[in-house]
């Protein structure tokens, strides 16, 4: 799956451990879901939405 | 929960088990060895440092378990599953190699040692396919 999340934390310059941060979860997790080698659950996928204020599929795309 | 807290939980029952089977081994050769304990004292003796091994699978199962970061249980799970992979094949292979005589005998108790070694593979194939190792051991 496809995501938009190094743009996205680019835009807030946002490193990696920050987002990690405000997820709650390892900065391995983030950069594992960053370069698309794991897809998040829907849950963690919800709690992305909720760090960027923005819709599950305007930050993961289909492939 | 952390990521932390379960990890920080995990070294610390790793490292009581690892004291535990460490004294326990040396308590069992002295006892049963020098001062020729038998019978029911001896097995429980005996049992002592196996079931301190068992304990290293409960305190895996329960980093698994205590783990909230959902990619760090996915790493985890993949080494604990390499290492099963790892560990049952080589006991299968080498007990029939055993049984028809073409391997010298092993005892059985090198097959958790070859399963903790197989987690270090686990570890190095999450590396090489996930970019981070997860680190269970």
């Given at each position: 799956m496809k995501n938009r999340l190094r743009v996205l934390r680019a835009e807030r310059e946002w490193s990696q451990q920050d987002l990690a941060d405000r997820l709650g979860v390892s900065r391995q997790s983030v950069n594992a879901i960053e370069t698309g080698k794991y897809d998040p659950s829907l849950p963690l996928a919800f709690k992305f939405a909720d760090v960027f204020e923005m819709p599950i599929e305007e930050i993961f795309l289909r492939d | 929960m952390t990521t932390g807290h379960a990890k920080r939980r995990y070294h610390l029952r790793m490292a009581v088990a690892m004291a535990i089977y460490i004294a326990s081994l040396f308590v069992a050769d002295w006892l049963?060895?020098?001062?020729g304990v038998t019978g029911i004292a001896a097995v429980m003796l005996a049992s002592v440092p196996g079931l301190c091994v068992a304990a290293i699978f409960w305190i895996l199962a329960r980093l698994v378990i205590e783990e909230s970061d959902e990619f760090l249980r996915l790493l985890y799970i993949r080494q604990i599953i390499i290492a099963t992979g790892i560990a049952l094949t080589g006991a299968s292979v080498w007990g029939f190699l055993e049984l028809y005589m073409l391997v010298p005998h092993i005892d059985a108790y090198w097959w958790p040692v070859i399963w903790c070694l197989g987690t270090g593979v686990g570890g190095i194939y999450n590396k090489l396919t996930m970019g981070t190792s997860g680190n269970c051991t």
């Open positions: - | 049963i060895e020098d001062r």
